[in-house]
């Protein structure tokens, strides 16, 4: 089983359509959780944490579930320049681990 | 710096020679990772470098592969005698660590893309 597992993608909606992604990890000692945002053929950067109470920032809404080892982000009223592949990372033993990546495309 | 520097940006090279790839993290970041990620694909862990304490190997592939770290400065990634299955872009990233807001955020070079033939 991988470390750090999401949703296979890619996800296809319409402008205005609400999404929702989904992340499972392994190592149940894990503290520290993220979202990332990976545009082509550039290096990801930070979207945000997850805090354990769960977060959001303006259209973006990040929960965990620790019982579950289960990570979740939406994204509401979706806009073309969030066409992007998102990816899930958790924190297991010291080390950042990635999930592969769930690819999202926005069209008009 | 103000980013994480990584050079050459792009690397060809035929297929037995050896590479060699460098990264400048942040100014005062003490964790280092290499990530590898190959076309189409996600990251894949490589190694991991914690201040003076001894790195996290544990995602190298082969022996063919090492890295070192000078104190919290540069790394460099090395690869032996290369091979196709190494074609790749090799991301470098820092952070720095501990109880405050921020830590353990990877800041990313832009990529080292590496092309064996």
């Known amino acids: 089983r991988k470390e750090v597992e999401q949703d296979p993608g890619p996800f296809n909606v319409p402008e205005g359509a609400t999404v929702a992604f989904n992340c499972t990890y392994s190592n149940s000692a894990s503290q520290s959780f993220f979202w990332y945002r990976q545009d082509c053929r550039k290096e990801p950067k930070l979207l945000m944490s997850?805090?354990?109470s769960g977060n959001e920032d303006g259209r973006f809404t990040a929960q965990l579930n620790r019982a579950s080892q289960y990570i979740s982000l939406l994204i509401r009223d979706s806009k073309l320049s969030d066409s992007a592949t998102y990816l899930c990372v958790v924190n297991g033993g010291g080390k950042l681990i990635f999930g592969q990546g769930t690819e999202l495309s926005v069209k008009p | 710096g103000a980013g994480v520097s990584q050079s050459p940006s792009n690397k060809v090279t035929e297929k037995g020679k050896d590479v060699e790839l460098r990264c400048d993290p942040i100014s005062g970041h003490t964790a280092l990772y290499w990530y590898r990620q190959r076309l189409g694909q996600g990251l894949e862990f490589l190694i991991y470098f914690q201040g003076n304490s001894a790195p996290d190997k544990s995602g190298l592939p082969s022996d063919r592969f090492s890295a070192e770290r000078t104190g919290e400065s540069v790394s460099t990634l090395t690869i032996q005698r290369t091979q196709q299955e190494d074609s790749a872009v090799y991301l470098c990233?820092?952070?720095?660590?501990?109880?405050?807001?921020?830590?353990?955020?990877?800041?990313f070079g832009a990529g080292s893309r590496l092309t064996v033939l």
């Open positions: 990233a820092s952070s720095f660590t501990g109880g405050s807001s921020g830590a353990n955020v990877l800041t």
């Open positions: 997850v805090y354990s």
